[in-house]
């Protein structure tokens, strides 16, 4: 009996469902489940870490990545219009900027923001101490990458929105703001999103700036729990912990896509 390209695809998809079963199966089957809750998954562990593990890590993690986002996010918003700007120097400075802080690790620009700034000015620092060069250092970063999503967005804005504007006596300035802008921002919401995704597990490079008990944050918390403790339990917590953050904005991202397409 011939097969009908419907039955075939069929057969081959509950072929690799019941595939991917069995593999999962035999790995929950082969792992020595004892061992693994002894190093993974200590109760006692665990319960060691509260309340601090949430009053002081994972509230210090979020306030990082939303000052380092909201910098970010104003600094890329600059860099996006000097990008799309007539001036030529204007371009090149953007264009340099991108390329540098795409190309630099986020835990070098730490580094540099953290030690060199204060040795390049004595007499000067970041305010807000730990908090404000991790704001700086990770936001320079983000800043490279937000520049291209919104210069991106901009340009999704059809140039008619802006002709218009400008045949109703606005300025150019003015219908940036009023018209193109607003549009823009709602086209790049979604990628602006998963930015956010990616500073938070960024904000796991702060240890390089020598943390305090009241400025650190959820990997650097849980590493010494770990050496306090000699087991990887407080790993999994702060894993956890991570996961509590970015599932829901994971949630938002797909639900503002959805939107977008029906939009469409």
Do not use: C
Request: hydrophobic share 50%.
């Amino acid at each position: 009996m011939k097969l009908t390209p419907r039955r075939r695809r069929r057969i081959l998809r509950v072929a690799g469902y019941v595939v991917f079963v069995l593999v999962i199966a035999g790995v929950v089957a082969a792992a020595d489940w004892g061992r693994l809750s002894d190093a993974f998954f200590r109760s006692d562990v665990a319960r060691s870490m509260f309340p601090e593990a949430i009053t002081v890590a994972l509230r210090n993690t979020i306030v990082y990545t939303l000052l380092a986002f909201v910098f970010g996010l104003t600094v890329g918003l600059v860099l996006a219009l000097m990008r799309l700007s007539t001036i030529l120097p204007y371009r090149w400075f953007a264009t340099a900027y991108i390329e540098l802080f795409r190309g630099l690790p986020a835990l070098l620009v730490l580094f540099m923001v953290g030690y060199g700034v204060p040795l390049a000015f004595p007499d000067r620092e970041i305010p807000g101490g730990v908090y404000g060069s991790v704001t700086v250092g990770l936001g320079l970063t983000a800043a490279a990458y937000m520049a291209e999503t919104l210069r991106a967005g901009i340009q999704a804005v059809p140039k008619g929105q802006l002709e218009a504007a400008r045949t109703l006596g606005m300025s150019h300035p003015r219908a940036m703001v009023s018209i193109v802008l607003p549009q823009a921002f709602r086209i790049v919401i979604p990628p602006l999103t998963n930015e956010i995704i990616l500073l938070t597990k960024d904000t796991s490079l702060v240890y390089v700036l020598g943390v305090t008990a009241t400025t650190i944050e959820l990997t650097k918390f849980a590493g010494d729990t770990l050496n306090t403790r000699v087991n990887p339990t407080p790993l999994v917590v702060a894993g956890l912990l991570y996961l509590v953050i970015t599932l829901p904005l994971s949630q938002v991202v797909r639900g503002l896509e959805r939107r977008a397409a029906r939009e469409r």
